[in-house]
């Protein structure tokens, strides 16, 4: 029976869940009305011995047809050399406004061993390279302004931050926020979300929609209609999915890929199809 149940998680690993979500934001310029996003977080390319399961969730991406595509940090596991056998593979996902992408806790090195401190640094580096070779473009502590007919929203992008011991403050909110008192939306992509309860919705209150991955969900849990459990509630406030803290939003993608046990029970992999909606 254990080595059954194994066998069923590795298998469901693969299995490439689409959540669709309805995001409302009542300040959004009609011309955003229906933007349809998709949201992929947590690849964690070292953990795969094979293309074809990457090969087959960017066919899932791509037949979206999404307006935009969010990836929300956690490329490889820590070094670079993780991600080569996927790039070709990865270099497909394209939307129309663009491909846009931060940098997770596991890709600064952290949890690697290195001879120096140059050898880490220069492996963050290639990294950041990579994203541009995938032509996605990478926010580290930036914005950019979103253009649809003659409107404008804001999309934030910050390096990692995490209220957790272990994962490092590096984003600075403030420095990526600077300029965006102009736009009626801002959109949030913060890897983890616990930097949504401890500063997002403390002193940003007019970031309207924050999007994170991290948790996995840990990878295990129950997930069934009017009824939702996983370790990592014990752990992260805000794990999986949709949350509403006054007029702020989070949405939680629970990953891609996976770390350390090589499977999935319960909490499938996930490629997040969101509309935005003024009504």
């Not at 790039?87 to 600064?108: Q, R």
């Amino acid at each position: 029976i254990p080595f059954a149940g194994m066998i069923s998680a590795m298998i469901e690993a693969f299995h490439y869940k689409i959540h669709n979500v309805k995001v409302v934001l009542p300040n959004l310029p009609s011309a955003f009305n229906k933007l349809k996003i998709v949201q992929i977080s947590d690849i964690h390319a070292g953990s795969f011995a094979s293309t074809l399961p990457i090969e087959k969730a960017v066919q899932i991406i791509i037949e979206q047809n999404a307006d935009i595509i969010f990836f929300t940090g956690d490329l490889v596991n820590s070094r670079t050399n993780e991600i080569i056998p996927f790039m070709e593979t990865l270099s497909k996902i394209k939307a129309p406004m663009g491909v846009f992408s931060i940098l997770g806790n596991h890709d600064y090195g952290n949890y690697s061993k290195w001879k120096n401190k140059k050898d880490r640094i220069r492996n963050l580096q290639q990294i950041i390279d990579a994203h541009e070779q995938l032509g996605w473009k990478l926010l580290m502590d930036e914005h950019i302004a979103l253009k649809k007919e003659d409107s404008e929203i804001a999309l934030i992008g910050v390096e990692n931050w995490g209220a957790r011991m272990r994962h490092p403050k590096y984003g600075n909110l403030k420095r990526a926020c600077m300029g965006t008192e102009k736009y009626p939306v801002k959109i949030l992509l913060s890897h983890d979300p616990s930097h949504w309860d401890i500063q997002v919705i403390t002193q940003y209150k007019d970031i309207d929609l924050t999007l994170s991955g991290h948790t996995h969900g840990f990878q295990c849990g129950v997930e069934i209609p009017g009824f939702q459990w996983s370790p990592a509630q014990y752990v992260y406030k805000h794990w999986a999915g949709l949350y509403t803290e006054g007029q702020q939003q989070l949405y939680v993608n629970r990953g891609l890929g996976f770390l350390g046990f090589p499977g999935r029970i319960g909490i499938l992999p996930e490629i997040t199809v969101m509309e935005l909606s003024n009504a």
